[in-house]
């Protein structure tokens, strides 16, 4: 199986920063791509930003410009690096790759548990 495991959330004021990490480890014969989900209370998980092979990357309208996805390949590590906080960027975190466990074996996604990251006004 796969384990991804996040970091990096907590509590910050309004245009304040935050740096996420998540690391995969396990059963991993390749990942094609690594990225960040959120949701907040009451909200459907939403699409935050991607990073897949060849560093190509997509960011939700939202985040665009105040969010940077990047990724250490050889350590299995995806990172979301975010500034300029506001309220509304407070959620759950979650982190998520599309990979292999085998060659045989289609593509999967696999999650994280999350991480809180709270904005204060």
């Known amino acids: 199986q796969v384990r991804l495991v996040e970091s990096g959330g907590g509590l910050v004021q309004a245009g304040g920063s935050l740096r996420l990490s998540c690391v995969a480890s396990?059963?991993?014969?390749?990942?094609?791509?690594m990225g960040w989900y959120r949701q907040a209370p009451g909200n459907q998980r939403e699409f935050v930003a991607v990073?897949?092979?060849?560093?190509?990357?997509n960011y939700a309208d939202s985040v665009e410009g105040r969010f940077t996805i990047s990724r250490d390949n050889a350590k299995n590590t995806v990172y979301l690096q975010m500034n300029s906080l506001q309220p509304e960027d407070a959620a759950v975190y979650y982190c998520?790759?599309?990979?292999?466990?085998?060659?045989?074996?289609?593509?999967?996604?696999?999650w994280g548990q999350g991480t809180q990251v709270t904005v204060s006004s």
């Open positions: 998520y790759a599309r990979g292999r466990t085998s060659p045989s074996i289609g593509l999967a996604d696999f």
């Open positions: 990073i897949a092979s060849g560093s190509i990357k």
């Open positions: 396990g059963s991993i014969f390749s990942i094609n791509a």
